[in-house]
Nanobody
Framework: QVQLVESGGGLVQAGGSLRLSCAASGRTLSSYVMGWFRQAPGKEREFVAGISRSGASDLYADSVKGRFTISRDNVKNTVYLQINSLKPEDTAVYYC?????????????????WGQGTQVTVSS
């Protein structure tokens, strides 16, 4: 079992950047495919980005391609989400999640472990 703790959220102006971190404990992060999801008020939790166990492959939602970058440091047991060119519609609680699947999955059901989330608010 792995425990996940997100950090790095905050209030930023449109066009700004943030780097979210997800620190893992309890088990080595390299055992898991990792994903970032977000949930805006009144909306379903949606997939944002995922990264393979080695970090060699990644996957992005169309809405964030070119602006978000997922990465991982398996030595530090941490996953990151670099968010650039922020838009007001990026406002949401961002969650990291760990999956035991072999491939990167966009569906929430594939992820067994979740962090508590970090709030990102983008002002226009």
């Amino acid at each position: 079992q792995v425990q996940l703790v997100e950090s790095g959220g905050g209030l930023v102006q449109a066009g700004g950047s943030l780097r979210l971190s997800c620190a893992a404990s309890g088990r080595t992060l390299s055992s898991y495919v990792m994903g970032w999801f977000r949930q805006a008020p009144g909306k379903e939790r949606e997939f944002v980005a995922g990264i393979s166990r080695s970090g060699a492959s990644d996957l992005y939602a169309d809405s964030v391609k070119g602006r978000f970058t997922i990465s991982r440091d398996n030595v530090k047991n941490t996953v990151y989400l670099q968010i650039n060119s922020l838009k007001p519609e990026d406002t949401a609680v961002y969650y990291c999640a760990a999956s035991r699947t072999a491939a990167i999955m966009a569906g929430k059901a594939a992820y067994a472990f979740w962090g508590q989330g970090t709030q990102v608010t983008v002002s226009s």
